[in-house]
Structures are given as C-alpha cells and as structure tokens.
C-alpha cells in the first residue's frame, strides 16, 4: 500500500512538472455594453452653420458608428418643418421667439436650453465701395440692402435696431435665411446686408464687417431642445449637453459667439 501511495504521489508530480505549472486560462469575457449607432437628425439656424458643421465632426469622433445630419435654414422656416411632422431630433434655434412656437406646440422634449448669444454687423463688399460706416448709411439713396425676413431672426433683430435708433430701411429684398443676405453680398448684388458677426468672421474675408453700436439693442439668444418623439431620443440628450459643453463652446466661440 505504502509503494502505490508513493506510485500515485509520483505520477501527481510528473504531470504538475509536464504542465509547466500552468493553470486554465479563464474564459474569454465580452462587453454587455450597446454600442451606440445610427443616424442623428439636427435642424439648426443657418447662421450655425460653420460651428455646427466642426461640432458634428468632434461628435462623430467622441461617438464611433453614430452619423450627425445637419439641416440648415431660417428658424422660422424649420418650426414649421417641424410642426409639419418633419423628423428630427434636435432643434437649435436663432432666437427664443420660434422656439418658443416650437414649446407653445408642444413639439419640445424638456426645457429648450440657452447655449450662445449673437449680434448683428454689417456687411459689405470688401473695400466697401458706399462707404458705410453707420446703421443710418443703410438708408441712404442709391445704396441697395439686404436684410432677412421679418419672421427670421436677423429680421426681427433688424425691426428692433431701426425701433431703437428711427433709421427706416427699405431693403431691395428680405431673404428667409442669413445665409441668402450674406451671398448677396458677397455676389455683389447688394452694396450692404445686416447679418450676424459670426456670419462675417465664417465668410473668410469675402465681405467687409461694420460693426455699429446700436446691435447691442437687438441681442439674439440661441436655444437647443430634444425633440419630441425624436428617434434618437438618448442620442439627442447628449448632443444638446455636447453642444453645451467644452468642445462646443470651443467652436462656437471661435467664430464670435457669445457662450453663457
């Protein structure tokens, strides 16, 4: 008995010698976590569109498989998109009056939040061949301006500054979006158009900035919402927070943005 116990003591060290002392390696475990994808609809105020275009680059870097589609128009033209059953997820709005048509309709998801401020600047062919150098230049005879429609943001900023200052302009037309004032000019079928600054500094020297003190009357507030029903609901949550955050203020800060 003693020689089997030894025999089988034996065999036990010969093998654990074999093995190298290795033991089984534990099973393989993978991630439990979704990953995030798809594609995330965001209707965004025209004059947003240089940040918005950086901001959907650094969201699509931050979130692999995840794919940003940016609609750019007046804001007033996208609440009524909306309102008209457009999809979409978020809405980023030029000023508070259309995203408050926007909550008066319910079409919002939770509180609009406030994540930058603009003004409005003058814009002018580079060397400014009419000379402007004031809000009340734009009403002189023989210079042709352009302005956005009263509904659009710029517009209703625009009606605000000639309130405050009584410089009456008769614009040679009223384009829907800030975008259309700003191709005018720099096409040079306008000698002057009331645009935002950021609009100037993003036109990259195709139009001449002059700033005139009294846009500080007609101060823009820019909110951002989730929408209601919004396919990517949780995706949207964190594109609004993404927007509001460092990297988004980063971009929008670089074109002349004012960041709460």
Do not use: W
């Amino acid at each position: 008995m003693r020689k089997l116990v030894v025999a089988i003591g034996s065999a036990a060290l010969l093998l654990t010698a074999c093995g190298g002392g290795q033991t089984a390696a534990a099973p393989a475990t993978t991630s439990s976590a979704p990953k995030e994808s798809g594609t995330l609809t965001v209707l965004a105020a025209a004059s947003l569109t240089t940040s918005f275009n950086k901001i959907k680059a650094d969201f699509e870097s931050a979130h692999p498989g995840v794919t940003v589609k940016l609609t750019y128009d007046g804001s007033s033209t996208l609440v009524q998109q909306i309102a008209n059953g457009a999809q979409a997820d978020v809405f980023a709005s030029a000023d508070q009056a259309n995203m408050d048509k926007a909550t008066l309709a319910s079409l919002n998801d939770g509180a609009p939040q406030l994540f930058a401020r603009n003004k409005l600047e003058i814009a002018v062919p580079p060397g400014n061949p009419k000379n402007i150098a004031t809000f009340a230049d734009l009403a002189k005879p023989g210079v042709v301006v352009v302005v956005c429609a009263d509904a659009v943001p710029c517009g209703a900023a625009a009606l605000k500054v000639e309130a405050a200052t009584g410089v009456t302009i008769s614009p040679a037309s009223k384009e829907t979006a800030v975008t259309g004032v700003l191709s005018k000019v720099e096409s040079g079928d306008a000698d002057a158009g009331l645009v935002y600054l950021t609009d100037v500094n993003s036109a990259g020297g195709k139009v001449k900035g002059v700033p005139f003190p009294e846009a500080d009357k007609a101060i823009n507030d820019y909110p951002i919402t989730v929408l209601r029903n919004a396919p990517q609901s949780a995706l949207a949550k964190e594109f609004v927070e993404f927007v509001r955050g460092e990297q988004g203020r980063r971009e929008l800060t670089a074109v002349g943005f004012q960041v709460p």
